[in-house]
């Protein structure tokens, strides 16, 4: 008897484990948790502030008096404050662009604000934007220009470190940095010195100072520029690049950077930066874009895979206009709007497979961040069917892959039924990642599928809706 209890015992532990679902495993490059951390900021904030701001240059040459830089107004607190209202969740600073000039007191350089007459060269940018960040719980970050017109050093192997000890003052003297902005300028212009970068003893550095900090380049390591300066990511845009045969200011093409790599071997996700006006700097002369404008930016940026880094640039005060910031509200309060109600709600929602029962397509109705559907393993394509309780108007679908297991969707299309019972197909597109907004027509019906033809491993949804946008024109 004893031994048959025996027996059954191990026979049930056999079967037990067996019964136990295996986890699917990610697939290809995969993001780290500061990489998915920083992807769900969704919107930051750029502020190019500098002599630019008050010599009306783009570009300055670095021969700009120190004096002229006097922001006698400025208010760090006012730029968290407008940042909040945007829904934005961190602030980009240009702590040091191509001139050179410096926004704190640096020890490398004598063109800072050590040497102007704001606040008696007592005077310190970054001192002051990052304590009022972490008063205001946004997220600090830092631009620091490679390219230096100003440095006498520059165009020699000495200038590297001098700009990696300018790097250490940055990153070692104000909190916690969310991002290390590089720009790969490198002497442009007529006459310019070049500089052989040492981009090795530079993103050391900063991994060294800063380990969480997302490194941007043309070609990250920890996100890539989007390749344009519109705010626009490709329609397809995958977050992986073969990033090893590039190097910043040497990226990939233009069409390459905005649409990433299909199979990519590095997780480089996309940052799409744009400006709020139509130069970088403040122009007394120029005025925001429309809510409308920046709602397609939104939708050709968050809404394709990418992080939207929008410069909103302070003024001669030292403050954000008043039309900027009343912009930023009317964009957010457009946004808040348009994705307050998600007309899936109450849907039935069915999958025509899945890996298993804890990776059923209904999990991604529970707003459970570790529910998420997967189809059957070695299935690569799928068929998500949605119900409504009742005939409902929509134009946009939301999707969201699980990208901790890698990017995977490479090919669906969006189908709806119509009156007669007849399935009609309203999209055709291509990759999904951390979160894809689809245009649709302005429908109106009940049922609808999605219909996944083509994924690189088995698919992943961690979330689906839909929205009625009834503020901006639908293409």
Same mark, same amino acid.
């Given at each position: 008897?004893?031994?048959?209890?025996?027996?059954?015992?191990?026979?049930?532990? &056999?079967?037990?484990? +067996?019964?136990?679902? @295996?986890?699917?495993?990610?697939?290809?490059?995969?993001?780290?948790?500061?990489?998915?951390?920083?992807?769900?900021?969704?919107?930051?904030?750029?502020?190019?502030?500098?002599?630019?701001?008050?010599?009306?240059?783009?570009?300055?040459?670095?021969?700009?008096?120190?004096?002229?830089?006097?922001?006698?107004?400025? *208010?760090?607190?006012?730029?968290?404050?407008?940042?909040?209202?945007?829904?934005?969740?961190?602030?980009?600073?240009?702590?040091?662009?191509?001139?050179?000039?410096?926004?704190?007191?640096?020890? /490398? #350089?004598?063109?800072?604000? @050590?040497?102007?007459?704001?606040? #008696?060269? !007592?005077?310190?940018?970054?001192?002051? $934007? #990052?304590?009022?960040?972490?008063?205001?719980?946004?997220?600090?970050?830092?631009?620091?220009?490679?390219?230096?017109?100003?440095?006498?050093?520059?165009?020699?192997?000495?200038?590297?470190?001098?700009?990696?000890?300018?790097?250490?003052?940055?990153?070692?003297?104000?909190?916690?940095?969310?991002?290390?902005?590089?720009?790969?300028?490198?002497?442009?212009?007529?006459?310019?010195?070049?500089?052989?970068?040492?981009?090795? $003893?530079?993103?050391?550095?900063?991994?060294?100072?800063?380990?969480? +900090?997302?490194?941007?380049?043309?070609?990250?390591?920890?996100?890539?520029?989007?390749?344009?300066?519109?705010?626009?990511?490709?329609?397809?845009?995958?977050? %992986?690049?073969?990033?090893?045969?590039?190097?910043?200011?040497?990226?990939?093409?233009?069409?390459?950077?905005?649409?990433?790599?299909?199979?990519?071997?590095?997780?480089?996700?996309?940052?799409?930066?744009?400006?709020?006006?139509? #130069?970088?700097?403040?122009?007394?002369?120029?005025?925001? @874009?429309?809510?409308?404008?920046?709602?397609?930016?939104?939708?050709?940026?968050?809404?394709?895979? %990418?992080?939207?880094?929008?410069?909103?640039?302070?003024?001669?005060?030292?403050?954000?206009? +008043?039309?900027?910031?009343?912009?930023?509200?009317?964009?957010?309060?457009?946004?808040?709007?348009?994705?307050?109600?998600?007309?899936?709600?109450?849907?039935?929602?069915?999958?025509?497979?899945?890996?298993?029962?804890?990776?059923?397509?209904?999990?991604?109705? *529970?707003?459970? *961040? /570790?529910?998420?559907?997967?189809?059957?393993?070695?299935?690569?394509?799928?068929?998500?069917?949605?119900?409504?309780?009742? %005939?409902?108007?929509?134009?946009?679908?939301? &999707?969201?892959?699980?990208?901790?297991?890698?990017?995977?969707?490479?090919?669906?299309?969006?189908?709806?039924?119509?009156?007669?019972?007849?399935?009609?197909?309203? +999209?055709?597109?291509?990759?999904?990642?951390?979160?894809?907004?689809? @245009?649709?027509?302005?429908?109106?019906?009940?049922?609808?599928?999605?219909?996944?033809?083509?994924? &690189?491993?088995?698919?992943?949804?961690?979330?689906?809706?839909?929205?009625?946008?009834?503020? !901006?024109? %639908?293409?």
């Amino acid at each position: 008897m004893q031994g048959l209890k025996i027996f059954l015992a191990a026979a049930f532990t &056999l079967v037990f484990y +067996a019964c136990q679902e @295996k986890a699917p495993q990610p697939y290809g490059a995969i993001p780290t948790t500061s990489q998915i951390e920083w992807q769900k900021m969704e919107i930051n904030m750029f502020c190019h502030f500098g002599p630019n701001t008050f010599t009306g240059e783009e570009w300055g040459n670095g021969s700009e008096e120190e004096d002229i830089f006097n922001p006698i107004g400025l *208010d760090c607190r006012q730029w968290v404050a407008v940042a909040k209202a945007a829904g934005m969740k961190g602030i980009i600073i240009t702590a040091k662009h191509h001139d050179g000039f410096c926004l704190w007191p640096s020890r /490398e #350089s004598d063109h800072t604000v @050590k040497e102007s007459q704001w606040r #008696s060269g !007592s005077g310190d940018v970054l001192r002051e $934007l #990052s304590e009022a960040c972490r008063e205001g719980g946004v997220k600090f970050g830092v631009y620091v220009s490679p390219w230096d017109r100003n440095a006498t050093t520059y165009g020699t192997a000495e200038y590297n470190q001098t700009f990696a000890r300018t790097l250490r003052e940055v990153l070692c003297n104000y909190g916690e940095v969310f991002e290390q902005w590089f720009d790969g300028a490198n002497g442009e212009g007529q006459n310019g010195r070049k500089q052989k970068y040492d981009w090795t $003893l530079f993103n050391k550095t900063v991994c060294e100072l800063q380990p969480q +900090a997302i490194v941007f380049s043309d070609v990250g390591p920890g996100c890539r520029w989007i390749g344009n300066e519109r705010g626009e990511a490709g329609q397809t845009c995958w977050s %992986t690049i073969n990033a090893r045969v590039y190097a910043p200011g040497k990226g990939p093409c233009e069409k390459m950077l905005n649409e990433g790599e299909e199979n990519g071997n590095q997780w480089i996700p996309g940052e799409a930066d744009v400006s709020i006006r139509p #130069s970088w700097f403040y122009k007394e002369a120029e005025h925001p @874009k429309s809510v409308e404008e920046l709602i397609e930016i939104y939708y050709n940026s968050v809404g394709r895979n %990418t992080v939207l880094l929008l410069n909103v640039p302070p003024d001669r005060r030292g403050l954000i206009a +008043a039309e900027d910031s009343m912009r930023l509200a009317e964009f957010r309060a457009a946004i808040d709007n348009i994705f307050a109600d998600d007309l899936c709600e109450g849907a039935k929602i069915k999958a025509s497979s899945r890996w298993g029962k804890n990776y059923d397509i209904k999990g991604i109705q *529970d707003n459970n *961040d /570790e529910s998420y559907w997967v189809a059957k393993k070695g299935m690569h394509t799928g068929i998500i069917s949605i119900e409504l309780p009742e %005939t409902r108007k929509f134009n946009r679908l939301m &999707l969201q892959e699980e990208i901790r297991l890698g990017q995977r969707v490479a090919e669906f299309s969006v189908e709806v039924e119509a009156n007669d019972g007849k399935w009609h197909t309203v +999209a055709h597109e291509t990759t999904i990642g951390y979160k894809r907004i689809v @245009k649709l027509p302005n429908t109106e019906c009940r049922r609808i599928r999605i219909r996944i033809s083509r994924s &690189l491993a088995e698919p992943t949804l961690r979330r689906v809706a839909l929205y009625n946008d009834t503020i !901006s024109e %639908t293409k």
